[in-house]
């Protein structure tokens, strides 16, 4: 989501400016690649870009091909063989060896965009949602290239027949938590489309404004989750002394219980040490829809915690229980608070991702999930 809020906030002042502007976006991915389907490159008439498709090796082909999409208004679809035995300079001496097909369309910051329009409802929607792009059509009065379809029932897509399959397709990519490729019939007309699966953004509430928190903010919005935090005060605590604490925007009690209620893929980290804070406020949390708990601080501490607050099998689920992490983070050798902050923030990440958190060269199976190509 990062990407896309990065390619929005630049689409935005591009449009202040008048400089004209294109999206790349890669529609397909056979094979291995840095980036995979969904990834976005925002680029400028003057050369100047954001967002990536790739590590780094197509990025410069693709400004000059968004150029020549800006001069003439027109989308296009440009295919990139990084394979070793490809018949161009992308097959040599690049890692990638894969095939990716990267769709290049003019792209402003009007409403009547359709690009523009959806990016903004994915950006600012907070839960799951999917997006639909034709990036390849025979007719382009049944779809017209960069076409599209949000799960939200907004289309720009022309046919109603093929609008219909679209939908239906959407919603079975969306339910599985898979993004797919298809190529549709419509008559003797023959159209792909990419179905794009959005999770929710991480969203995560942190208890106690303590000196770790300077550099968990930093990394988190450097990764772009939503992060709020707040602290009883009781006792009270010296948290102002330390540097660069003026950084940390607490909510109140009020906000922080509405923020447990109603906000989805909420974790909750307990950074205080306050024993008789924690006590008080994670009743409430794991009875929450918060999947995900953490708490800061040895073992011992935290089951003593746990005892006191009588937080066991009588008195909650066994769901309620498995959302509880301690001690919090993965095992790094973190040390200082950055350390410390990226431990936790991994693990966090790990667990909405529905990783493992195991080092890659002893991870069996696909680094990215493969996309499904149906025909």
């Known amino acids: 989501m990062k990407e896309i809020r990065t390619i929005l906030e630049n689409l935005e002042i591009a449009a202040n400016k008048s400089i004209k502007t294109a999206l790349a976006t890669v529609v397909h991915v056979h094979g291995s690649s840095y980036r995979r389907t969904g990834a976005r490159m925002l680029i400028r008439e003057d050369g100047y870009w954001f967002g990536s498709v790739s590590g780094g090796c197509l990025e410069g082909d693709v400004i000059e091909k968004a150029k020549s999409v800006i001069k003439c208004n027109q989308k296009e679809l440009f295919k990139y063989d990084t394979r070793q035995n490809a018949k161009n300079s992308f097959g040599m001496g690049y890692g990638c060896n894969g095939l990716l097909e990267i769709l290049i369309e003019p792209i402003e ?49 022309m046919s109603e027949e093929l609008d219909e399959l679209i939908r239906k397709d959407l919603q079975e990519a969306v339910k599985t938590r898979e993004a797919k490729s298809k190529t549709y019939k419509i008559g003797v007309c023959k159209i ?42 009781e006792p009270i605590q010296p948290i102002w002394n330390f540097p660069n604490a003026d950084e940390i925007d607490l909510i109140d009690q009020e906000a922080t219980d509405h923020l447990i209620k109603t906000t989805p893929n909420l974790a909750v980290v307990f950074l205080t040490h306050n024993f008789f804070y924690i006590k008080e406020e994670l009743p409430k949390v ?31 689920t ?46 069996d199976g696909y680094i990215h999930k493969k996309n499904i190509q149906a025909v």
Do not use: C, M, W
Request: proline letters at 5%; charged letters at 20%.
């Open 109 to 157: 910051n009007n409403e009547a965009n359709a690009a523009y329009s959806l990016l903004q409802e994915i950006s600012t929607y907070p839960n799951l949602q999917g997006l639909s792009t034709v990036f390849y059509s025979d007719d382009e009065a049944v779809a017209p290239i960069g076409a599209r379809h949000h799960s939200n029932g907004r289309s720009y897509i």
């Open 192 to 233: 792909k489309v990419l179905h794009e699966v959005f999770e929710p953004n991480i969203n995560i509430l942190i208890y106690g404004a303590v000196f770790h928190v300077v550099p968990f903010l930093r990394i988190t919005n450097e990764l772009g989750y939503n992060v709020s935090v707040t602290d009883s005060f």
């Open 286 to 316: 794991l009875r929450s829809d918060a999947p995900y708990v953490g708490i800061l601080g040895s073992r011992k501490k935290t089951e003593k915690i746990l005892r006191e607050a009588e937080v066991n099998d009588d008195n909650y």
């Open 318 to 363: 066994a769901k309620e229980l498995a959302k509880i992490h301690y001690p919090i983070g993965l095992d790094i050798g973190a040390n200082t608070p950055e350390e410390i902050a990226l431990s936790i923030i991994a693990e966090v990440k790990a667990f909405f991702s529905q990783r493992t958190g195991k080092p890659l060269k002893v991870f």
